[in-house]
């Protein structure tokens, strides 16, 4: 009986909370988008070890061109995703 009327209580707090705050319960699309670090773990471990071009240092241009051949080597990924990649190289292992 308690554990019940607890429940109710925790259940009816959220419901208010999410009228009160309809901005909290909606998607925010910057915070879809997937961390820079990631995206490029995940997109480009798929072939060979990460090492390979944390061992590089180039600038945004060459960066650019790599992740192009890249893409000829098969790497599949969106020109989005390849833009925000370019970015996150450049700046971390930048020259
Ligand atoms: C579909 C497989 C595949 C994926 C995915 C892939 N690569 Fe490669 N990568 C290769 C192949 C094959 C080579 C060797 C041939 C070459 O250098 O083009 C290579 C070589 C490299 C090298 C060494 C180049 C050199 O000159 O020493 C770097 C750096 C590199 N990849 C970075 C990346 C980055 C950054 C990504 C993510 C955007 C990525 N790779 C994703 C296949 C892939």
């Given at each position: 009986m308690t554990r019940f009327f607890r429940f109710g209580l925790v259940r009816a707090t959220g419901i208010l909370?999410?009228?009160a705050f309809p901005a909290l319960s909606q998607e925010t699309p910057a915070l879809n988008q997937p961390a820079p670090q990631a995206l490029f773990e995940l997109t480009c471990s798929q072939c060979h070890p990460l090492d390979l071009p944390r061992s590089q240092r180039m600038n945004k241009e060459e960066w650019k061109s790599l992740v192009e051949r890249m893409r000829s080597n098969g790497c599949v990924m969106t020109d989005q995703d390849?833009?925000?990649?370019?970015?996150?190289?450049?700046k971390e292992y930048g020259r």
């Open positions: 909370l999410a009228a390849a833009a925000t990649i370019v970015e996150y190289l450049s």
